[in-house]
C-alpha cells in the first residue's frame, strides 16, 4: 500500500501511450459528431487533428527520453 501511495505502482513508461489513446478517442467522438452536420469542416479539422497528434506525440517521446 506505501508502494501505492508514493506513486511506485504506476507504470511510468506507458503513461504516454495511455494519453495518447485516450485523446485519440475523443478526438474521432468529436470529429464524427461534426462530420454528420458539415463534411468540409470535418476534412478541415481531420488535418488539424493529425496535426496535433505528430506534434504531441514528438513531444511525448521526447520528454520520455529526456526523463530516462
Known amino acids: 500500500m506505501n508502494a ?3 506513486g ?5 513508461s506507458i503513461l504516454p501511450i495511455v494519453v495518447l489513446v485516450m485523446s485519440f478517442l475523443v478526438w ?6 461534426i462530420k454528420k452536420e ?3 469542416r470535418h476534412e478541415r479539422l ?3 487533428g493529425f496535426t ?3 506534434v504531441s506525440t514528438v513531444v ?3 520528454v520520455f527520453i529526456y526523463m530516462n
Open 4 to 6: 501505492v501511495l508514493h
Open 8 to 12: 511506485d505502482f504506476i507504470p511510468w
Open 28 to 33: 474521432n467522438l468529436i470529429l464524427r459528431k
Open 38 to 40: 458539415s463534411p468540409d
Open 46 to 48: 481531420v488535418n488539424i
Open 52 to 54: 496535433i497528434a505528430t
Open 60 to 62: 511525448l517521446l521526447a
